[in-house]
Nanobody, 115 residues
Framework: QVQLVESGGGLVQPGGSLRLSCAVSGSIFSFYAMGWYRQAPGKQRELVAG???????NYADSVKGRFTISRDNAKNTVYLQMNSLKPEDTAVYYCNAVGGTADYWGQGTQVTVSS
């Protein structure tokens, strides 16, 4: 059974930084394209950043230049480094793994940006 476990969320002041991690178990991590999504209260879930199995990254316009997605295939982990955080980045952040017909989600981790 494939499991995705996020960590690293929390409360941070505007302008601060956080690094989210998503550890994947139960399958061949390097096979999957990975993504970070977020969902704020009352809003739809949106893609924040994605990274292909070959390491090609893409970002939502709202986070370009501030967030960086990376993956460590040896550790079966994908990361999201978030810098210059803004209050509008407040949301539950979810990790996603896709490959073939597979589509897996983590349980989410809360990120709150507030002074």
């Amino acid at each position: 059974q494939v499991q995705l476990v996020e960590s690293g969320g929390g409360l941070v002041q505007p302008g601060g930084s956080l690094r989210l991690s998503c550890a994947v178990s139960g399958s061949i991590f390097s096979f999957y394209a990975m993504g970070w999504y977020r969902q704020a209260p009352g809003k739809q879930r949106e893609l924040v950043a994605g990274i292909t199995s070959r390491g090609i990254a893409n970002y939502a316009d709202s986070v370009k230049g501030r967030f960086t997605i990376s993956r460590d295939n040896a550790k079966n982990t994908v990361y999201l480094q978030m810098n210059s955080l803004k209050p509008e980045d407040t949301a539950v952040y979810y990790c996603n793994a896709v490959g073939g017909t597979a589509d897996y989600w983590g349980q989410g981790t809360q990120v709150t940006v507030s002074s």
